[in-house]
């Protein structure tokens, strides 16, 4: 019954913005940090961003830092990715993974993983 569904992925132009969301279903989203990944085709997978289950800490990649920025609505059972000034090197399938733990840390392992959405940013 666990379950992560993405959605908000699309095509936009360099400079444009998007913001991405992770549903989640069969448990309680603010129990679990929560974090997005995204790979480019012939790439590896890149963690983007991480946020705690308190909502209290965030992290992200050097590659994003000060243009995307990840939030949780525990009403919604959602967590967000803010993605703006995006670039083509962005182009990417984005997923979000559930944690183990509620915390944010280098070696955190996820268990749960949704099916991606496609971000392409092209002129």
């Known amino acids: 019954q666990l379950q992560l569904v993405e959605s908000g992925g699309g095509l936009v132009q360099p400079g444009g913005s998007l913001r991405l969301s992770c549903a989640a279903s069969g448990f309680t989203l603010d129990n679990y940090a929560i974090s997005w990944f995204r790979q480019a085709p012939g790439k590896e997978r890149e963690r983007v961003s991480c946020i705690s289950g308190s909502g209290g800490s965030t992290n992200y990649a050097d590659s994003v830092k000060g243009r995307f920025t990840i939030s949780r609505d525990n009403a919604k059972n959602t967590v967000y990715l803010q993605m703006n000034s995006l670039k083509p090197e962005d182009t990417a399938v984005y997923y979000c993974?559930?944690?183990?733990?509620?915390?944010?840390?280098?070696?955190?392992?996820?268990?749960?993983w949704g099916q991606g959405t496609q971000v392409t940013v092209s002129s």
């Open positions: 993974a559930r944690a183990v733990f509620r915390l944010c840390l280098l070696n955190t392992r996820f268990d749960t």
